[in-house]
Structure formats: structure tokens, C-alpha cells
């Protein structure tokens, strides 16, 4: 297993936010974590990528404890994230965005140079090529996200945590998405994304885990997840939902 989560748990104050999670997430698979509102989706990837300790549990990646580790020092091991709110740093060109990417990670560029070339490889994987020296604030949402997800590749993960990829997008936009990231499952990625998209997610996922009140309440193959009865429950029975 790439990604092995063994009872995680994580408080805030009166909320339980995670509850005595399990996770097993293959080399290679696209694996989506779904949930209503403040399920505990988020503090799931901020536990793993190591913005928050957890209260108890393990992270296994590669075999290695996570646990007591930095975010830095798990980024050099080979975990990325993407943010809900987009992060760019809006004046800098979105080539320097990603050159900045470069600087840190697994195997970092040695040259500001040398970064800045690697980072227009990746601005043509993700399809921004076009956009290299505008400054990054000049980007429209589904650009942006493209943006985020070069920065995120830049520090040459094995392991991308994306959360909500799709929020915002429009149905071409979206289709666009799903194409880049089966693109870097081929290239040998694996993928965690958390997303509210269900026909996205039926598209792109291979497994998913269903969160309630920081809860596993299923897991398995999206169409077996998603017409799962306390599923059906939770996702109908929501305010507004
Ligand atoms: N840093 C924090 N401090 C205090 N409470 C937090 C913090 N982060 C999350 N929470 C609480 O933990 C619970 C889970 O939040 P989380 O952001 O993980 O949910 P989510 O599933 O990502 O929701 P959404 O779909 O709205 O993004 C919520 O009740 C939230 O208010
Ligand atoms: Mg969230």
C-alpha cells in the first residue's frame, strides 16, 4: 500500500472531527473521499500532509510513520496537496508559481533556471503553456485550479491530495479535469480527491470511502458507494440537500 491510515482520529474542541479512520490506498489508484459538509474530509488531508497532528492513529506512507514528521519532511517523501481556496501568489507569472514548486520536494531543481524550464514542461502537461508569463492573478478559476495542480506536481509527488478539484468548474471545464488527472495516473500518480462531483467522481475513481460525522460509514466502487442505503440517508436527509 502507498497510503495506510490506521485508526486516525482528530478533535476539535466538542467536535470529532476524524474517528478512528482505517485507509488503504494503492501505488497507482484514484481514490475519492466523500461527505457531506464538515464530514472531515479536509483535516483528513491536513492529518496526512502533516498541517495537523493527529490525536491518535498512524499514517503510513511508503511504510514510513508520518506521524511525528513536518509537512516539508512529507512532501520530500513524495505527498502534494491542492487547497480548497486556491493559493497562487497573484503577481508572480504563473511560470514562477511553479518554479517556486520546483525549489522544494523530492529531487529539487538546483537552479532557478533550471526550474523555471521544468516548470513550462509542466505548464504544457496541465495545459496552461499559453499562459506562462501573465501573472498568475490575471488566471480565470479553472485556470488557476490547473495552476494549483502544476505547483502541487512540481515538488514531484507519488501521491496527490486534491480537495474539490471541480468546485467552481463548468460540465467542459470538468471534463478537462478528469482528462489530466487519468493523464497522471498513467504517468504513475495516485490520486486522493475529495469532491461533491458525482458524475465526476463515478468517471474518475476507482474506490471510494463515504465520511459522516468523521465517520467510514462505506468504501468500495463509487456505484456500490454511491446507492449504498445509509449513503442515500446521509446525502438526502442534509439540510438543502
Ligand atoms: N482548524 C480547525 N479548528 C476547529 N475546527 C475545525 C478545524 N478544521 C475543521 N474543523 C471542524 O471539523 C469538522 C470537519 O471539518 P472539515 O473541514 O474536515 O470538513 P469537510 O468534510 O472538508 O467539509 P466541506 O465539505 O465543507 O469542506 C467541522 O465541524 C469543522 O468545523
Ligand atoms: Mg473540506
Do not use: W
Amino acid at each position: 500500500m502507498l497510503l495506510q491510515v490506521r485508526g486516525l482520529c482528530k478533535r476539535f474542541g466538542g467536535v470529532q472531527a476524524v474517528r478512528d479512520l482505517d485507509l488503504d490506498v494503492g501505488e497507482r489508484e484514484i481514490f475519492g473521499l466523500l461527505g457531506p459538509n464538515g464530514s472531515g474530509k479536509t483535516t483528513v488531508f491536513n492529518l496526512v500532509a502533516g498541517v495537523l497532528p493527529a490525536d491518535a492513529g498512524e499514517i503510513r506512507f511508503r511504510g514510513v510513520l508520518l506521524n511525528a514528521l513536518p509537512p516539508h519532511r512529507r512532501a520530500a517523501l513524495g505527498v502534494a496537496r491542492t487547497f480548497q481556496l486556491v493559493r497562487s501568489l497573484a503577481r508572480m507569472t504563473v511560470t514562477d508559481n511553479v518554479a517556486v514548486g520546483r525549489l522544494y520536494g523530492t529531487s529539487p531543481a538546483r537552479s532557478v533556471d533550471g526550474a523555471r524550464r521544468e516548470a513550462a514542461q509542466l505548464l504544457d502537461l496541465v495545459g496552461l503553456a499559453d499562459k506562462a508569463g501573465l501573472p498568475a492573478g490575471s488566471l480565470n478559476l479553472a485556470e488557476r485550479r490547473r495552476l494549483e495542480v502544476a505547483r502541487a506536481l512540481a515538488t514531484r509527488p507519488r501521491l496527490l491530495l486534491l480537495d474539490e478539484p471541480f468546485a467552481g468548474l463548468n460540465a467542459d471545464e470538468v471534463e478537462a479535469e478528469v482528462r489530466l488527472f487519468h493523464r497522471l495516473r498513467e504517468e504513475g500518480l495516485t490520486l486522493i480527491l475529495v469532491e461533491h462531483n458525482v458524475p465526476a467522481v463515478r468517471a474518475l475513481c476507482d474506490r471510494v470511502a463515504f465520511l459522516n460525522s468523521g465517520e467510514k460509514i462505506a468504501e468500495g466502487r463509487p456505484d456500490d458507494v454511491l446507492s449504498h442505503p445509509r449513503v442515500v440517508e446521509v446525502y438526502l436527509g442534509r439540510p438543502g440537500g
